[in-house]
């Protein structure tokens, strides 16, 4: 195997390894399990979260009590994630990607669209978030409608 293609082969590597991590980033918020959520980031002085509408989280604790009181006050919650973007440097990496969220509220399902970066530092071969950052996209009134059935 060429030199080449064995850094083809481990930038492969890197980002199937991202794209896990960006999945149990999803996987925690629809579970709203807050011990995923603690297993994936890293839990330092440094990192920071940025929930659409919010002031920043800054720290482990603040962001840790942000996902607390967001998995508190959600009853159910579908994330749809396309147009997802992979770039990794050495040991950071960050997504870039579109969210369509889904929540049910008394009964009906409402649905809004974040963009969403997320920023991963590799410790000891494992990719840990240290940024999540969602911004709102503003939705045309055809695309603000309720329903009974959840966004997949």
Not at 79 to 85: A, G, I, N, P, T
Not at 115 to 128: I, K, P
Request: negative net charge.
């Amino acid at each position: 195997m060429s030199e080449t293609s064995i850094k083809a082969s481990m930038i492969d590597r890197d980002i199937a390894s991202v794209q896990e991590a960006n999945k149990i980033f999803y996987d925690a918020f629809e579970t709203l399990d807050i011990q995923k959520m603690d297993n994936l980031w890293l839990q330092d002085d440094y990192v920071k979260c940025v929930h659409p509408g919010w002031e920043i989280c800054r720290g482990w604790p603040d962001v840790r009590d942000s996902w607390v009181l967001i998995f508190n006050h959600t009853h159910e919650i579908k994330f749809s994630v396309c147009l997802l973007d992979v770039t990794v440097k050495a040991d950071l990496a960050w997504t870039v990607c579109n969210e369509t969220i889904a929540t049910k509220d008394n009964g009906k399902w409402l649905e809004g669209r974040v963009l969403s970066t997320n920023v991963f530092e590799r410790r000891q071969g494992a990719w840990l978030l240290v940024h999540h950052h969602g911004s709102p996209v503003l939705a045309t009134a055809s695309q603000e409608e309720e329903t009974d059935e959840p966004v997949t």
